[in-house]
């Protein structure tokens, strides 16, 4: 069983900036395709951004690109997600998912494995 632990949310006024990190309780996190994912109040959760496993080929939301940036750190066998220009529309509950399975990684389905989540407020 994988063991996904998200940090790094927090409180942030607008166009502010926030650094999440995923880390799994596997040798070797680039053996996963990693996704974040978010949630806000009264809504679907949506995709954020994908890394996949081995190539890394990276993926953004639209409402995202330009602003998110999705890494591997392979020393800390973490996965980052920095949030740069955020928005109050950012606010949300992030998610990191992984999964070895291949697949639409734009698809929460794809993912096996989730973390509990790190509560993002951007305030206006």
């Known amino acids: 069983q994988v063991q996904v632990v998200e940090s790094g949310g927090g409180l942030v006024q607008a166009g502010g900036s926030l650094r999440l990190s995923c880390a799994a309780s596997?040798?070797?996190?680039?053996?996963?395709?990693v996704a974040w994912f978010r949630q806000a109040p009264g809504k679907e959760r949506e995709f954020v951004a994908f890394?996949?496993?081995?190539?890394?080929?990276?993926a953004y939301a639209d409402s995202v690109k330009g602003r998110f940036t999705i890494s591997r750190d392979t020393a800390e066998n973490t996965v980052l997600l920095q949030m740069n220009s955020l928005k109050p529309e950012d606010t949300a509950i992030y998610y990191c998912?992984?999964?070895?399975?291949?697949?639409?990684?734009?698809?929460?389905?794809?993912?096996?494995?989730w973390g509990q989540g790190t509560q993002v407020t951007v305030s206006s």
């Open positions: 998912a992984a999964s070895s399975r291949s697949g639409y990684l734009r698809d929460s389905g794809l993912y096996d494995y």
């Open positions: 596997v040798r070797t996190f680039s053996n996963y395709h």
């Open positions: 890394v996949s496993k081995i190539i890394g080929t990276i």
